[in-house]
């Protein structure tokens, strides 16, 4: 009797090892019980307990080394443009150059014009308005030179007899030692300033090989780009000369919906100072507009220092009211730009955040200076386009 109610409940135990149901004693298959078989293929623990490592810290992770790896390559490409900038700076330059040229070469070649002949015209057309500029700018500083030389001194003497009255009660003399002062060190260091004026030929020169080769690159961008890029996207597989073709146009075109938009934006700007301070009768109407339309391609910046610049030269020679006066026209300016011409002309497709902008110019600056300061925002722009083009073609 015994020994079958024994053998009941072993008969009872095996079966729920099988099954995985509760045994009639109420002992649970694997339940860590001495004598269970382990399962197959596991090992015995060791005692210390298992730790798992958090998912957002195996993302972090898995994030660092590529963000490291992409430091690595973004630190060796600029570190060779800063060794080519000779070569680079010109190259960025034609971009920009052939981005707004070519739609003017594309009118003239739809009117019948060969390739080559539409690249012709729309290169000399853009050498004529160059040389244009350059000679009115050369012409009004030699004519008004010393009519602005005559007016700093007097406004120079006009301050000086304010800092010796009331409250201040200056002496004169102390500036003119400090400009005695400067003449007797430029005199002490002749060496120093010949240096700097050779060092300031060999910037000239490193200039004008600067201009030929982004006019020579931006010829050959705007006769043979399409055949330039096919080129470049021949060896990809076809899916992915699809995808590369996408963004590149994209791309392209945000740069060329950039330079439009900005020069369009320079344009307002310049005209408005010049007219301002030929109503003033101020000094170097010509080459302040030219310096505001040029820098206006530095967003932000650019217009600040030019207009900052102007306000210096009203103030010495027309006095504070109007000093003022253009100070308040620039404000005005700077606050239509922001909230009217930025996203009415330049457009949506390359529109960015004040805050973006304002990194990528002071990133730009720090890297390349001024001429990275300027490629810095088509650069970003054309980036996002790229980026955004992708994405709508995986939706």
């Keep these: 009797m015994i ?32 004598g269970d078989a382990l399962p197959p293929g596991s090992a015995p623990s060791a005692g210390a307990p298992r730790v798992e490592v958090p998912r957002w810290l195996q993302t ?15 630190y060796i490409a600029a570190w060779l443009a800063a060794l080519l900038y000779l ?6 330059a034609a971009i920009l150059l052939a981005a707004l040229l070519q739609p003017l070469a594309a009118r003239l070649r739809r009117a019948g014009l060969a390739p080559l002949a539409a690249t012709w015209c729309t290169m000399l057309a853009a050498i004529v308005l160059l040389a244009g500029a350059v000679w009115l700018v050369t012409a009004r500083v030699q004519a008004e030179y010393p009519n602005l030389v005559s007016q700093v001194k007097h406004t120079i003497t006009q301050v000086q007899a304010w800092l010796a009255g009331p409250p201040f009660h200056l002496h004169t003399g102390n500036l003119q030692k400090l400009s005695d002062s400067v003449v007797k060190y430029l005199s002490q260091h002749k060496s120093l300033v010949e240096g700097t004026a050779v060092t300031g030929a060999r910037i000239v020169v490193e200039v004008l090989a600067g201009v030929v080769l982004t006019f020579f690159v931006s010829f050959f961008l705007i006769k043979d780009g399409d055949r330039i890029w096919a080129w470049l996207t021949s060896r990809l597989a076809p899916e992915r000369k699809a995808r590369a073709d996408r963004a ?14 900005t020069v369009a934006v320079a344009a307002i700007h310049a005209t408005v100072l010049g007219i301002t301070l030929s109503i003033m009768n101020a000094p170097l109407v010509a080459p302040l507009a030219l310096f505001m339309f040029l820098a206006a391609f530095v967003p932000l910046v650019g217009v ?7 306000i210096l030269v009203v103030l010495a020679t027309k006095g504070w009211v109007f000093a003022l006066i253009l100070l308040g026209i620039l404000i005005v300016m700077s ?3 922001g909230h009217l011409l930025q996203p009415q002309v330049v457009g949506k497709m390359v529109r960015l955040h004040p805050l973006a902008v304002i990194l990528v110019l002071a990133v730009g600056g720090v890297v390349a200076g001024i ?5 810095a925002v088509p650069i970003t722009a054309a980036v996002t386009r790229a980026v955004h083009a992708l994405r709508d073609e995986g939706a």
């Design 3 to 34: 020994g079958r109610a024994a053998r009941r409940v072993a008969n009872g135990v095996a079966g729920a090892r099988a099954t995985g149901e509760p045994a009639a004693n109420g002992a649970v298959p694997g339940d860590g019980a001495p």
């Design 60 to 74: 972090a992770a898995a994030w660092s080394w590529r963000l490291l790896l992409l430091a690595v390559v973004v």
């Design 87 to 92: 070569v680079v700076v010109p190259c960025a």
């Design 248 to 261: 590149g146009r994209a791309a392209w075109q945000a740069v060329v919906y950039y330079v439009r938009g």
């Design 304 to 310: 600040l220092a030019a207009g900052g610049l102007a």
């Design 335 to 337: 606050q239509l730009e």
């Design 371 to 375: 001429a990275g300061a300027v490629v």
